[in-house]
């Protein structure tokens, strides 16, 4: 999940160690601490059994109304959290992100990976613009989360994208200018079958779930300045999607419908962008891949020979 905070953030020129999401949380304090009075407020239902579901939380429709009166409109350049964002996708957004100006917070599973990413970015892009989550959990109490966008896998397309939402949510509730959360879906999150990778395609359809969840929640306890909202990058080209390119039919559509995540990042960012720009509250669904644009590409390559061996050497 990638995401936006205020813009007026100090980012650390110092360069640290990055860390697991699982290592920050015992490292020091969480989202909830960013503010006064926000250490018990909580989304009512991110943990909730199931018979508290539906039931609305006064304190959430209260915050909800007085962030609304506060509310100030955002502007650029936007701080931008991204989890999973040492590689692939997210690494790609990182740098259109910074390409656009915004700052960037690296965060993934691997403290390697955060640092070496870091490190690459700072050489690009300079130092103050690219911090990690040990720079933020630092001045957690200063800094204002606005936006949020999720990458992740299994327990971290689960659990992870749980634990992010509520503390990104209960953090932007409180905040002038409110803030914005995209989660990325993937294979699976349409309900069609992904064979060779059911676990990865039953955790991207609950993540379009507990979005539609959440925009509901959030409109019922009438919260005015925070948005769930969806992203769907479609093919993109990464090692877990080559990885099963092992059959005729895989290759024949990773070729045609695949992109870089050079090429989806560079779109996907600047619809991402466009939402805090224009004041809307509305949840998005914002998809890089459309059935008309697939459509047409498939038809391309049947009657053309487009895009044929574009990526790997077909039967």
Not at 73 to 82: A, D, H, R, T
Not at 134 to 143: A, E, F, G, H, S
Request: glycine share 8%.
């Amino acid at each position: 999940m990638a995401s936006l905070s205020f813009p007026a953030i100090s980012v650390p020129t110092s360069v640290r160690r990055g860390l697991a999401p699982t290592q920050t949380a015992r490292s020091g304090p969480t989202a909830r601490s960013a503010g006064p009075g926000t250490g018990r407020r909580r989304l009512g239902s991110v943990f909730s059994s199931g018979a508290n579901l539906a039931r609305p939380s006064p304190i959430l429709s209260r915050i909800g109304e007085e962030s609304f009166d506060k509310r100030e409109p955002m502007v650029p350049p936007f701080n931008v959290l991204i989890t999973g964002s040492t590689k692939g996708l997210g690494f790609a957004l990182a740098r259109e992100f910074l390409k656009a100006g915004d700052n960037v917070v690296i965060c993934s599973r691997s403290a390697e990976r955060v640092e070496s990413a870091v490190q690459n970015l700072r050489n690009e892009f300079g130092e103050q613009h690219v911090s990690t989550m040990l720079d933020q959990m630092r001045t957690v109490t200063n800094r204002w989360l606005r936006l949020l966008i999720k990458i992740s896998f299994v327990t971290t397309n689960t659990l992870g994208l749980m634990i992010c939402c509520r503390e990104a949510i209960n953090m932007m509730l409180n905040q002038p200018r409110g803030g914005h959360i995209f989660n990325i879906d993937g294979a699976g999150s349409d309900g069609r079958p992904t064979p060779r990778f059911a676990a990865y395609g039953a955790t991207k359809r609950s993540v379009v779930h507990l979005t539609k969840s959440l925009q509901a929640e959030l409109q019922m306890n009438e919260v005015k300045n925070v948005m769930v909202h969806n992203l769907s990058p479609g093919m993109v080209t990464t090692d877990l999607l080559m990885s099963g390119a092992t059959t005729k039919q895989a290759k024949f559509f990773i070729n045609i419908l695949a992109e870089p995540p050079e090429v989806v990042a560079e779109y996907l960012v600047r619809c991402i962008r466009s939402v805090p720009s224009s004041r809307s509250m509305k949840p998005t669904y914002i998809r890089f891949l459309t059935g008309l644009k697939a459509y047409s590409q498939i038809f391309s390559r049947l009657a053309f020979g487009a895009r044929r061996n574009r990526y790997l050497v077909e039967d």
